[in-house]
């Protein structure tokens, strides 16, 4: 049996992967395969920095350039190539270039693609912003002066529409649901966010659905609404959520979850097939710090610590151990930063400061007796508190009298 470790996908945690491989001494061949010609980058700067950058341009993303990844990781890097298949009978994975790579461990790091909008393909103009190509585009036309509409106020749309204000563009945001961010955040704390779109000059429109497109000389002109009205578009990003990369498993066995077809995985982030371990974007696991709560984390934080701990996991499979991080993301808007520890889900959100004057907020969420979230803006020195509590299982009573309540 070949002593191969292949990880598939050349994201953040396939990264942090092949580089816990050789740290904890792994000495076999290592393959990382990764669908873009890119090697690993840095994802939150293209919807950031990297699009406020303008023409003076930006800094590189990637993380490791080829010579370190080839020669002090000793990595065969399989970069523009897409996994089609996993056979684990044979212990082999196919490869869109028709080739195929052996292993006897594997962890998959394929991430998520955007959903996006129908029969907009071929259309100038409509992106959605997921890798660094997209940023590409979407910089250019900012370069450009184009009118933005952004179709979704999730985190991603909000920095897309943050960095277009920033240059003093026009920018709309459409949103279906009559406030922004209600199943991520709450609806308090929903309409924080949307403030700080509305205290920037962002054309906010939510409770509204997209219906179709205007288009001429093939380039997107309008966004068309159901309320009947038209908003002007030279360019148009769409952030509606994603879909996990998993149609290249079909057929091996791999448990797949029935609403979005992410893989099904243990704590130890274990797939069910020998030696074939899941991490980041693309996989459900229940997090025994939450009681077991089936989660699946789109976060920089959770794909850089489940890379590595997928890796040693599928390494020295007697000594898993399970993922048990409190997730952790952050998005900056404008010039504020929100951030989030723990879960949305709550029995209560208590609202602990609100400074109207400066858009400063901090509240936290409560699961029966227990602190399992916490959200603020612009405060973060306290969250990062409030995280050790989560990670600690502090009660609701401890958070409540650490916040002075």
Same mark, same amino acid.
């Given at each position: 049996m070949?002593e191969?470790?292949?990880?598939?996908?050349?994201?953040l945690? #396939?990264?942090r992967?092949v580089q816990a491989?050789r740290k904890? #001494?792994?000495?076999?061949?290592l393959?990382?395969v990764?669908?873009? +010609?890119?090697?690993?980058?840095?994802?939150?700067?293209?919807s950031?920095?990297y699009?406020?950058?303008g &023409?003076?341009?930006a800094?590189?993303?990637?993380?490791?350039?080829e010579? &370190?990844?080839r020669?002090e990781l000793?990595?065969?890097?399989r970069?523009?190539?897409?996994?089609?298949g996993l056979?684990p009978a044979a212990?082999v994975?196919g $490869?869109?270039d028709?080739? +195929?790579?052996?292993?006897?461990?594997?962890?998959?790091? *394929?991430?998520?693609?955007?959903?996006? $909008?129908?029969?907009?393909e071929d259309?100038a103009?409509v %992106?959605t912003?997921? *890798?660094?190509?997209d940023?590409?585009?979407?910089?250019?036309a900012m370069?450009?002066?184009?009118r933005t509409v =952004?179709?979704?106020a999730?985190?991603?749309g909000? +920095?897309?529409?943050s960095?277009?204000?920033k240059r003093?563009l026009p920018?709309t945001?459409?949103?279906?649901l009559p406030?922004?961010?209600?199943?991520?955040?709450?609806e308090?704390?929903?309409r924080?966010?949307?403030?700080?779109?509305?205290a920037?000059?962002t054309?906010?429109r939510?409770?509204?659905?997209?219906?179709?497109l205007?288009?001429?000389d093939g380039?997107?002109?309008g966004v068309?609404l159901d309320d009947?009205?038209? !908003?002007p578009?030279d $360019?148009?990003? !769409?952030g509606?959520?994603?879909?996990?990369n998993?149609e290249w498993?079909?057929?091996?066995g791999?448990a797949?979850?029935?609403?979005?077809r #992410?893989?099904?995985?243990?704590a130890t982030l274990?797939t069910g097939?020998?030696? !074939?371990?899941?991490?980041g974007d693309v996989?459900h696991f229940p997090?025994?710090l939450?009681?077991?709560? $089936?989660m699946?984390l789109e %976060?920089?934080?959770?794909?850089? &610590?489940?890379g590595?701990?997928?890796a040693?996991?599928a390494l020295?499979?007697?000594e898993?151990k399970?993922s048990?991080?409190v997730?952790?993301?952050?998005?900056?808007?404008y010039?504020?930063?929100?951030?989030f520890?723990?879960i949305?889900?709550?029995?209560e959100i208590r !609202?602990?400061?609100? &400074?109207?004057g400066?858009d400063k907020?901090?509240?936290?969420?409560?699961?029966?007796?227990r602190l399992?979230?916490?959200?603020?803006?612009d405060?973060?020195a306290?969250?990062?508190?409030?995280?050790?509590m989560?990670m600690?299982?502090?009660?609701w009573?401890?958070a409540l +009298?650490?916040?002075? =309540?």
């Amino acid at each position: 049996m070949s002593e191969r470790f292949v990880v598939v996908g050349g994201s953040l945690a #396939g990264l942090r992967a092949v580089q816990a491989a050789r740290k904890v #001494g792994f000495t076999g061949p290592l393959t990382l395969v990764g669908g873009e +010609e890119h090697l690993p980058y840095d994802r939150p700067p293209l919807s950031k920095e990297y699009l406020r950058a303008g &023409e003076e341009g930006a800094a590189d993303t990637t993380f490791r350039t080829e010579q &370190e990844l080839r020669g002090e990781l000793d990595v065969e890097l399989r970069m523009g190539t897409w996994a089609t298949g996993l056979d684990p009978a044979a212990q082999v994975i196919g $490869l869109s270039d028709g080739g +195929e790579l052996d292993y006897s461990a594997v962890v998959i790091a *394929t991430g998520a693609r955007p959903r996006t $909008l129908p029969d907009t393909e071929d259309l100038a103009g409509v %992106h959605t912003l997921r *890798t660094l190509d997209d940023a590409i585009a979407i910089r250019a036309a900012m370069d450009a002066g184009a009118r933005t509409v =952004v179709v979704g106020a999730g985190f991603i749309g909000s +920095e897309v529409a943050s960095s277009a204000r920033k240059r003093g563009l026009p920018v709309t945001v459409l949103e279906a649901l009559p406030v922004p961010l209600v199943r991520s955040v709450g609806e308090q704390m929903g309409r924080a966010c949307a403030a700080l779109h509305l205290a920037h000059g962002t054309d906010l429109r939510c409770g509204v659905k997209v219906t179709g497109l205007t288009a001429g000389d093939g380039r997107v002109t309008g966004v068309c609404l159901d309320d009947g009205t038209t !908003v002007p578009a030279d $360019l148009v990003v !769409v952030g509606t959520g994603v879909l996990p990369n998993t149609e290249w498993l079909a057929g091996s066995g791999i448990a797949l979850h029935e609403r979005d077809r #992410g893989i099904l995985s243990d704590a130890t982030l274990a797939t069910g097939l020998p030696g !074939v371990y899941a991490a980041g974007d693309v996989t459900h696991f229940p997090n025994p710090l939450f009681d077991g709560l $089936l989660m699946r984390l789109e %976060h920089w934080t959770n794909a850089a &610590e489940q890379g590595m701990l997928a890796a040693r996991n599928a390494l020295n499979p007697g000594e898993a151990k399970p993922s048990t991080a409190v997730p952790y993301f952050w998005s900056d808007w404008y010039d504020s930063r929100i951030q989030f520890v723990g879960i949305p889900q709550a029995d209560e959100i208590r !609202v602990i400061s609100e &400074e109207l004057g400066e858009d400063k907020f901090l509240a936290l969420y409560r699961r029966g007796e227990r602190l399992t979230g916490c959200i603020s803006i612009d405060r973060p020195a306290q969250i990062m508190k409030f995280r050790r509590m989560i990670m600690q299982s502090k009660s609701w009573a401890e958070a409540l +009298e650490f916040a002075g =309540v």
